[in-house]
T-cell receptor
Framework: DQQVKQNSPSLSVQEGRISILNCDYT??????FLWYKKYPAEGPTFLIS?????DKNEDGRFTVFLNKSAKHLSLHIVPSQPGDSAVYFC????????FGTGTSLTVIP | GAGVSQSPRYKVAKRGQDVALRCDPI?????LFWYQQALGQGPEFLTY????????KSGLPSDRFFAERPEGSVSTLKIQRTQQEDSAVYLC?????????????FGSGTRLTVV
């Protein structure tokens, strides 16, 4: 059973606008969350993380929001750039990480 | 090396053949993980090593899958009598810390195709 879900398989955004990628999880014991970015033929690369004791973490253009009561995680990218086009995976951890199925982001120049 | 290295990058195996996939983690990384990523899916956990000890193998799909890390550095994932459903990208990741909380550094993966 999928414990981490990304319900949008794809997203297209105009360059300069905000990209919002969403992730839902079912296990309330998860206490650490990450976002990974993946280009074709490469392994996922770490992007940003958040601990369950926080509700927001910001790193440059990337901000991750955590809503524990809703078991919902989101990644905001602003402003979006064409180089951000990739597949984004969210992952949640209790002892090891469980990944969502990914959202393919296309930023249109 | 600077990153996690996996070999081979691509492997085509005939059904029933045994395969061995290699992972060279980042030097000094204590934790090593194997994940299986089927087409259109996210990575799914297979097994976890802390140094040479295999602490969790709950994700291995069958007893045809076997992983080892005898000296606490290089790891090998072996699949015996490969089946078509084994076709996937096998990702290795390593982490400096002893728990996954530190996040992983992934290799580029080995794409296994069973024909």
């Amino acid at each position: 059973d999928q414990q981490v879900k990304q319900n949008s398989p794809s997203l297209s955004v105009q360059e300069g606008r905000i990209s919002i990628l969403n992730c839902d999880y079912t296990n309330s014991m998860f206490d650490y969350f990450l976002w990974y970015k993946k280009y074709p033929a490469e392994g996922p690369t770490f992007l940003i993380s958040i601990s369950s004791i926080k509700d927001k973490n910001e790193d440059g253009r990337f901000t991750v929001f955590l809503n524990k009561s809703a078991k919902h995680l989101s990644l905001h990218i602003v402003p979006s750039q064409p180089g951000d086009s990739a597949v984004y995976f969210c992952a949640a951890s209790e002892n090891q990480f469980y990944f969502g199925t990914g959202t393919s982001l296309t930023v249109i120049p | 090396g600077a990153g996690v290295s996996q070999s081979p990058r691509y492997k085509v195996a005939k059904r029933g053949q045994d395969v061995a996939l290699r992972c060279d983690p980042i030097s000094g990384h204590v934790s090593l993980f194997w994940y299986q990523q089927a087409l259109g899916q996210g990575p799914e956990f297979l097994t976890y090593f802390q140094n040479e000890a295999q602490l969790d193998k709950s994700g291995l799909p069958s007893d045809r899958f076997f992983a080892e890390r005898p000296e606490g550095s290089v790891s090998t994932l072996k699949i015996q009598r490969t089946q078509q459903e084994d076709s996937a990208v096998y990702l290795c990741a390593s982490s400096l810390g002893q728990t996954p909380r530190y996040g992983y550094t992934f290799g580029s993966g080995t794409r296994l195709t069973v024909v």
